[in-house]
């Protein structure tokens, strides 16, 4: 065996020179070695998936919202007047009616049945079982006078209600509260709203600011 032994030299100031540096040179990168370049590349995959899952999640919660718990929809036109106005902003509640039914005076929206993507917004009026007429502008249910306060003014047209409409189990008689320019339940292009067509339960305003706030329910 060798008594060969490896130099220790030291440069004047008596400091450790390490041979194969020269001095006052930053030592030299060891090339990457193939374990570390596996762990950063399982560090920006772990990345790209998390991302991924967090972008499906936020995507399938928002569309839960949208599909079973409310949604954003606009008003057109002047026939909720002056509850409603055109262009207010409003929430709509799709989460009470699928525990229990609308009541007299919500005011929901619901499919238009003759066209596609399109709905109104309307005060429900009549009830499931019940007949409903209209008599010299005022509204009658099962013979006697209703009284509300959310038409602006005596109809003048009863429509197809100057006769009594009998509701069936899942039918409702609906009105615009601007009762002269609604198209609603007298219509008969419109006429009974089936409970499988009613989408949700207006129930707060959210813009314009001034009109921000709770819509009237019963």
Do not use: W
């Not at 972008?55 to 949604?71: E, H």
């Amino acid at each position: 065996m060798s008594g060969r032994r490896r130099a220790d030299v030291t440069d004047a100031d008596g400091q450790r020179e390490i041979p194969g540096r020269r001095k006052g040179r930053s030592p030299v990168r060891e090339p990457m070695s193939g374990r570390r370049r596996r762990n950063r590349r399982r560090y920006y995959a772990y990345e790209i998936i998390s991302t991924l899952i967090y972008v499906a999640f936020v995507y399938l919660l928002c569309t839960g919202v949208v599909r079973f718990v409310g949604q954003k929809t606009v008003v057109e036109g002047s026939s909720m007047s002056p509850s409603l106005e055109d262009g207010d902003n409003l929430i709509v509640d799709k989460l009470s009616y699928r525990f229990g039914d609308p009541g007299r005076y919500d005011i929901i929206v619901f499919r238009y049945q003759y066209k596609e993507d399109s709905y109104y917004i309307k005060r429900v009026i009549g009830l499931p079982g019940e007949t409903v007429q209209i008599v010299d502008g005022y509204i009658y249910i099962n013979g006697e006078l209703l009284s509300e306060e959310f038409g602006n003014a005596v109809m003048e047209n009863a429509g197809r209600a100057s006769q009594e409409v009998v509701l069936g189990p899942d039918e409702y008689f609906v009105l615009g509260d601007n009762r002269n320019l609604s198209s609603d339940s007298r219509d008969p292009l419109v006429a009974n709203v089936q409970r499988e067509q009613i989408v949700g339960k207006a129930f707060i305003c959210i813009y314009p600011f001034d009109r921000f706030g709770f819509l009237r329910h019963p």
